[in-house]
């Protein structure tokens, strides 16, 4: 079994930064994959990034490219969420998601474990 907390969330003005963390316990976390989702009300839950078990491979949401970085820190246990230049329809949950494999995969489906969530409010 894998807890995943996240933190770091909170309301920023649209242009500002957040970063996002999820500590994670229990099973071997170096060895999983890591995701981070997020959903606005009214919306399906979408693809935000995704993270290799070391790191190496990254994939991110098209929506995000280019403003959010997703990284980890096996030593810790902790994966974060580095969001730059936040816009308005950046407001949502963001969930964190781990694999029991070590493959990353944009499918919300293909993750094993969720965190509860922490909400994120960009203003205009």
């Known amino acids: 079994q894998v807890q995943l907390v996240e933190s770091g969330g909170g309301l920023v003005q649209a242009g500002g930064s957040l970063r996002l963390s999820c500590a994670a316990s229990?099973?071997?976390?170096?060895?999983?994959?890591m995701g981070w989702f997020r959903q606005a009300p009214g919306k399906e839950r979408e693809f935000v990034a995704a993270?290799?078990?070391?790191?190496?491979?990254?994939y991110y949401a098209d929506s995000v490219k280019g403003r959010f970085t997703i990284s980890r820190d096996n030593a810790k246990n902790t994966v974060y969420l580095q969001m730059n230049s936040l816009k308005p329809e950046d407001t949502a949950v963001y969930y964190c998601?781990?694999?029991?494999?070590?493959?990353?995969?944009?499918?919300?489906?293909?993750?094993?474990?969720w965190g509860q969530g922490t909400q994120v409010t960009v203003s205009s």
């Open positions: 993270i290799s078990w070391s790191g190496g491979s990254t």
């Open positions: 229990g099973r071997t976390f170096s060895s999983s994959a």
């Open positions: 998601a781990a694999r029991r494999v070590s493959g990353a995969t944009i499918y919300p489906d293909r993750y094993d474990y």
